[in-house]
């Protein structure tokens, strides 16, 4: 079975720290994983996709095949952080894509 | 360019009502589907489709239905509202199921 799992409902850092927003999966095929966030009063977008390898807004996410885990990283967190954060994944359909519960960060001054 | 437009807003049913939410895009994009928002559940994917005449079921599809009729609009469908079908409703679009899906505001649904 396909499956997303963020383990941290909230997560809360003050300015400045790192912060890391955890996200694992459960597929056996090659995965191609997603992040999407949503700012309040915000639509859903899409943060960063594992297949692009890029830095968007200072956040970082490597895939690791073998812990099964594609976590958020960023090293210094700032206040326009604070928002939802939703792990996805594409399914072996395709056109299929399952979403995570979702954590929501808390950047404090 | 107005992107996903999503309507209603925010509708309340009573148990057994039908109505349809609709979603429209102006991008052209092929691909469409309907997510529900749960608390604590995140985004479960209730129908999606891949072009025009063309859609298949995710992961929630009972008691939904969905067509797609032109490459724009892609409206669904609760032919008898449940209480259990109070939810959040996202449309989202994207050139194909590979690239960047592009979100609607929602549309807020209290069935009574």
């Known amino acids: 079975a396909q499956r997303v799992t963020q383990p941290e409902k909230l997560l809360s850092v003050f300015k400045g720290a790192p912060v890391e927003l955890k996200c694992n999966y459960s597929y056996s095929g090659s995965p191609e994983l997603f992040w999407y966030v949503q700012y309040s009063r915000q639509r859903l977008q899409l943060l960063l996709r594992?297949?692009s390898r890029e830095s968007i807004k200072g956040f970082t996410a490597d895939l690791n095949k073998g812990e099964t885990s594609f976590h958020l990283k960023k090293p210094f967190a700032q206040e326009e952080d604070s928002a939802m954060y939703y792990c996805?994944?594409?399914?072996?359909?395709?056109?299929?894509?399952?979403f995570g519960s979702g954590t929501k960060l808390n950047v404090k001054p | 360019n107005a992107g996903v437009t999503q309507t209603p807003k925010f509708q309340v049913l009573k148990t057994g009502q039908s109505m349809t939410l609709q979603c429209a895009q102006d991008m052209n994009h092929e691909y469409m589907s309907w997510y529900r928002q749960d608390p604590g559940m995140g985004l479960r994917l209730i129908h999606y489709?891949?072009?025009?005449?063309?859609?298949d079921q995710g992961e929630v599809p009972n008691g939904y239905n969905v067509s797609r009729s032109t490459t724009e609009d892609f409206p669904l469908r609760l032919l008898s509202a449940a209480p259990s079908q109070t939810s959040v409703y996202f449309c989202?679009?994207?050139?194909?199921?590979?690239?960047?899906?592009?979100f609607g505001p929602g549309t807020r649904l209290l069935v009574l």
């Open positions: 594992h297949i």
């Open positions: 489709s891949v072009g025009a005449g063309i859609t």
């Open positions: 996805a994944l594409r399914g072996d359909n395709f056109n299929k894509f399952y």
């Open positions: 989202a679009s994207s050139r194909d199921s590979g690239e960047t899906q592009y």
